[in-house]
């Protein structure tokens, strides 16, 4: 089968590489559409991202496809079923995993990062981290299964309650899933902060109450317009230290700040204290997605959250590269990878 192998930074090559046999409690999966993540970008580039690669592995842990082969032993799925695959996996044993806390577990392996991931024509995974994909949901919808799981996650800490006035900062794939979450969760008032005016546009499509131009609009002058008291949850797509040190500028009093973009390991953000001493903050951080891909795979085929405007380019296997070399990716939505 064709897959797109990382081997050193700046090289990824597609090559053609055995279908591994599934063990007893695994099955095989033909990939249909994987989406590619800031996680691919950050390897790719040579960063160190939100997880250890062993090269050469193929990239790609967000997608879906369909059961093509069954180890012995498995149960609960068939040929032919439709899927989507959470990409984490726990060790079970170690001290998070035995205190309710096992994404944050010591020994986590995952797919596309230190295991073989789905940048290819087929993929083998174990039976328990497959998840059915509903009747009404593309495969293209599907593979946006796994990043609303983690969006889920930094969502729940956020505790939005009905009324709440919300921020998100950054409305990119994340930040349009936060918008839509946060307006259904009761958010009376969903400010969506983006530079970008298409991307500013369509968080407004999908909820977004008011659009605000970080590099143009001023935010006090924006609240005052709207008669906006108090930011009570504000949550941070975008990653960036200026953007962490924006959220929590205009945090409101008693206010929430999800810092969910991923920064780089060596930013530094300046944090006055005193800020978070006066206006009594909350600051917290969001990793992985722990129990909530089933719930990712609801809110698609209820229609809560809708990804069709999110994806905006479909690329096949072969021309995996270029994506990366011509920065596609940074363009304004997900791109998806056609791997089949
Ligand atoms: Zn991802
Ligand atoms: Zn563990």
Redesign the pocket.
């Known amino acids: 089968m064709k897959a797109a192998r990382f081997y050193e930074k700046g090289k990824l090559v597609v090559e053609d590489v055995p279908v591994r046999e599934p063990k007893e409690y695994e099955v095989v999966v033909r990939i249909r559409y994987s989406g590619i993540c800031g996680t691919d970008v950050h390897i790719f580039d040579g960063e160190k991202g939100s997880a250890e690669v062993n090269p050469p592995v193929t990239l790609g842990h967000e997608f879906s496809g369909d059961i093509v082969k069954l180890g012995v032993s498995v149960e609960k799925l068939k040929e032919g079923d439709r899927v989507s695959v959470d990409p984490n996996t726990?060790?079970?044993?170690?001290?998070?995993?035995?205190n309710g806390k096992?994404h944050?577990?010591?020994?986590?392996t995952g797919l596309g990062t230190a295991l073989d991931g789905s940048f290819a024509e087929y993929i083998t995974v174990p039976e328990e981290n497959v998840y059915l994909v509903a009747d009404n949901v593309s495969y293209e919808e599907a593979a946006m299964t796994e990043p609303i799981s983690c969006c889920i996650h930094g969502f729940d800490m956020t505790g939005v309650q009905a009324g709440d006035t919300v921020m998100v900062v950054g409305t990119g794939n994340i930040g349009l899933i936060m918008v839509q979450l946060a307006k259904h969760a009761g958010a009376t008032t969903v400010i969506a902060v983006e530079p970008n005016e298409k991307r500013r546009e369509k968080a407004k499509l999908l909820g977004a109450d008011i659009g605000v131009n970080p590099m143009s609009d001023n935010l006090d002058e924006v609240l005052n317009k709207y008669n906006i008291n108090n930011i009570d949850k504000v949550i941070d797509c975008a990653g960036r230290t200026s953007t962490a040190e924006y959220s929590v500028k205009y945090a409101g009093k008693g206010a929430m700040v999800m810092l969910f973009g991923l920064t780089g390991p060596d930013d530094i953000m300046g944090l006055h204290p005193f800020d978070v001493f006066k206006k009594e903050l909350t600051i917290k951080g969001s990793f992985v997605n722990p129990d909530t891909f089933e719930r990712a795979g609801r809110l698609l085929s209820s229609g809560v959250v809708k990804v069709d405007s999110i994806i905006t380019d479909i690329v096949e296997l072969d021309d995996i590269q270029k994506v990366f070399e011509e920065r596609l990716y940074a363009k304004d939505g997900k791109v998806l990878i056609k791997c089949f």
């Open positions: 726990y060790c079970g044993k170690c001290y998070f995993c035995a096992k944050l577990c010591t020994s986590m």
